[in-house]
C-alpha cells in the first residue's frame, strides 16, 4: 500500500520539468582550531548541479575533497553559506521550516554506516515506520502495511519487522535503511558511500539492488563513491570533485573514456584494471605527485596547479571556469582541457 505524501509542486522559479533538484553555486566553510589560531576550511566552494529526474549521477574524487559535505547540505543537513537549492522548482533555502520539510521530504539520504544510523532501541517497524509516524502519513495499521511492502521491495521477509539492528548483518541493516529512505516517497536518493563499510561479498547486491529500485521507481539518485568501477557500472552522468570544487562532470561514458582535466585523467589511470588485457597500461599511469593542497589554504587560481603536469603561469592567478568542452554534453574547469583531452 503507498501512502499519500501531501507534497505540492510550487512554481515560484522557472525550472526544467525533467530537473528535480538543483544547486546553484553551494558553498559551505568550517570554523577550525582555537582562539586565537581559528580558521576557516573551504570544504565545498561554488557547486552547480542539476539533477534530472530517473538519473544516477556518480560523485568521485579522493578523500576530503568535499563529497559528503556536498550530500548533506543536498539532505538539508548542512545549510550552505551560500548558493541555494531549487527542489522542484521552488528555492528553499530561504530557512522556513515549511520549506526545510519538503526538502526534507523529497530528498533522502542513505548513510555510509548502516549500523550508526540506525537506532538500536527500535525495530525494524519503528525504524522504517518513524518517517510516515513524523509526517502524519495514515493510521498506524496502515505504516504497518507500507513497512511491509517496503521490506518486501528491498527483499526482507516481513517476519523481521519485530527484530533489532544487531540481529541483521550489514548488507541487510543497509537494506533496512534503504528501505527507510524509500518511505516517503522521495523524488531523490542521496547514497554517501552506501557500500563501502560492507563485505565485498554484499558489495554487488547492494548495489544492484539500487539500480534496480530507480529504473522501477524512477528515483533519482547520487551516489558518492571512492570504487570508479562501481560508478561506472551504476552512473548515467559522472561528477569529479577536487578540493571543493568540481573539476569535470559529463556522460559517464565519456568522462571514462576520454576525460579532458588533468586530475580526472589522474584518477582514472590509478584505478587498477578490470581486464587482464589491459594490465600492461599500469607502467603507463599517471601518478600525482604530493599531496592534496590543505584546505585551509588552497593555491589561487586553479585548485589542482601545485600537482598537475600541465600548469602554466596562467594557472597560478586564474581560476579556470566550468566550462563545456567539445560537443560530448561534457564541461570541465581547465584552461588547457583541449590540449588534455587531445594528448588523452
Same mark, same amino acid.
Given at each position: 500500500?503507498?501512502?499519500?505524501?501531501?507534497?505540492?509542486?510550487?512554481?515560484?522559479?522557472?525550472?526544467?520539468?525533467?530537473?528535480? +533538484?538543483?544547486?546553484?553555486?553551494?558553498?559551505? $566553510?568550517?570554523?577550525?582550531?582555537?582562539?586565537?589560531? &581559528?580558521?576557516?576550511?573551504?570544504?565545498?566552494?561554488?557547486?552547480?548541479?542539476?539533477?534530472?529526474?530517473?538519473?544516477?549521477?556518480?560523485?568521485?574524487?579522493?578523500?576530503?575533497?568535499?563529497?559528503?559535505?556536498?550530500?548533506?547540505?543536498?539532505?538539508?543537513?548542512?545549510? =550552505?553559506?551560500?548558493?541555494?537549492?531549487?527542489?522542484?522548482?521552488?528555492?528553499?533555502?530561504?530557512?522556513?521550516?515549511?520549506?526545510?520539510?519538503?526538502?526534507?521530504?523529497?530528498?533522502?539520504?542513505?548513510?555510509?554506516?548502516?549500523?550508526?544510523?540506525?537506532?538500536?532501541?527500535?525495530?525494524?517497524?519503528?525504524?522504517?515506520?518513524?518517517?510516515?509516524?513524523?509526517?502524519?502519513?495514515?493510521?498506524?495499521?496502515?505504516?504497518?502495511?507500507?513497512?511491509?511492502?517496503?521490506?518486501?521491495? !528491498?527483499?526482507?521477509?516481513?517476519?523481521?519487522?519485530?527484530?533489532?539492528?544487531?540481529?541483521?548483518?550489514?548488507?541487510?541493516?543497509?537494506?533496512?535503511?534503504?528501505?527507510?529512505?524509500?518511505?516517503?516517497?522521495?523524488? !531523490?536518493?542521496? #547514497?554517501?558511500?552506501?557500500?563501502?563499510?560492507?563485505?565485498?561479498?554484499?558489495?554487488?547486491?547492494?548495489?544492484?539492488? +539500487?539500480?534496480?529500485?530507480?529504473? &522501477?521507481?524512477?528515483?533519482?539518485?547520487?551516489?558518492?563513491?571512492?570504487?570508479?568501477? !562501481?560508478?561506472?557500472?551504476?552512473?548515467?552522468?559522472?561528477?569529479?570533485?577536487?578540493?571543493?570544487?568540481?573539476?569535470?562532470?559529463?556522460? $559517464?561514458?565519456?568522462?571514462?573514456?576520454?576525460?579532458?582535466?588533468?586530475?580526472?585523467?589522474? +584518477?582514472?589511470?590509478?584505478? =587498477?584494471?578490470?581486464?587482464?588485457?589491459?594490465?600492461?597500461? +599500469?607502467?603507463?599511469?599517471?601518478?600525482?605527485?604530493?599531496?592534496?593542497?590543505?584546505?585551509?589554504?588552497?593555491?589561487?587560481?586553479?585548485?589542482?596547479?601545485?600537482?598537475?603536469?600541465?600548469?602554466?603561469? $596562467? #594557472?597560478?592567478?586564474?581560476?579556470?571556469?566550468?566550462?563545456?568542452?567539445?560537443?560530448?554534453?561534457?564541461?570541465?574547469? #581547465?584552461?588547457?582541457?583541449?590540449?588534455?583531452?587531445?594528448?588523452?
Amino acid at each position: 500500500m503507498s501512502l499519500p505524501v501531501d507534497r505540492k509542486t510550487p512554481v515560484a522559479v522557472a525550472e526544467d520539468q525533467d530537473v528535480v +533538484l538543483r544547486a546553484e553555486d553551494l558553498a559551505r $566553510t568550517y570554523s577550525v582550531g582555537s582562539f586565537p589560531r &581559528r580558521s576557516r576550511v573551504s570544504a565545498v566552494d561554488g557547486v552547480s548541479l542539476r539533477l534530472r529526474r530517473g538519473e544516477v549521477l556518480g560523485v568521485v574524487g579522493e578523500s576530503g575533497c568535499g563529497k559528503s559535505t556536498l550530500a548533506r547540505m543536498l539532505v538539508g543537513l548542512e545549510r =550552505p553559506d551560500r548558493g541555494r537549492l531549487i527542489y522542484r522548482g521552488e528555492d528553499v533555502t530561504a530557512g522556513r521550516s515549511r520549506d526545510r520539510r519538503r526538502l526534507r521530504e523529497g530528498v533522502q539520504m542513505i548513510f555510509q554506516d548502516p549500523y550508526a544510523s540506525l537506532d538500536p532501541r527500535m525495530t525494524v517497524l519503528d525504524l522504517i515506520a518513524e518517517p510516515l509516524a513524523a509526517t502524519g502519513s495514515g493510521t498506524r495499521a496502515e505504516r504497518q502495511e507500507r513497512v511491509a511492502e517496503l521490506l518486501g521491495l !528491498v527483499g526482507l521477509s516481513t517476519e523481521m519487522m519485530s527484530r533489532y539492528p544487531h540481529q541483521f548483518s550489514g548488507g541487510q541493516r543497509q537494506r533496512i535503511g534503504i528501505a527507510r529512505a524509500l518511505a516517503l516517497h522521495p523524488d !531523490v536518493l542521496v #547514497c554517501d558511500e552506501p557500500v563501502s563499510a560492507l563485505d565485498v561479498s554484499v558489495q554487488a547486491q547492494v548495489i544492484n539492488l +539500487l539500480s534496480d529500485l530507480q529504473k &522501477r521507481l524512477g528515483v533519482t539518485i547520487v551516489f558518492i563513491a571512492h570504487d570508479l568501477s !562501481v560508478v561506472r557500472h551504476i552512473a548515467d552522468r559522472v561528477a569529479v570533485m577536487y578540493l571543493g570544487r568540481i573539476a569535470e562532470i559529463g556522460d $559517464t561514458a565519456t568522462i571514462y573514456d576520454a576525460p579532458a582535466h588533468p586530475y580526472t585523467q589522474a +584518477l582514472l589511470s590509478a584505478a =587498477p584494471p578490470s581486464e587482464r588485457s589491459n594490465r600492461g597500461q +599500469l607502467a603507463d599511469r599517471r601518478i600525482l605527485a604530493g599531496e592534496p593542497p590543505s584546505p585551509v589554504n588552497p593555491p589561487t587560481g586553479c585548485r589542482f596547479n601545485p600537482r598537475c603536469w600541465m600548469a602554466q603561469d $596562467t #594557472c597560478n592567478h586564474e581560476t579556470p571556469p566550468l566550462r563545456e568542452i567539445g560537443t560530448e554534453n561534457r564541461l570541465a574547469a #581547465c584552461h588547457f582541457a583541449e590540449e588534455a583531452l587531445r594528448r588523452a
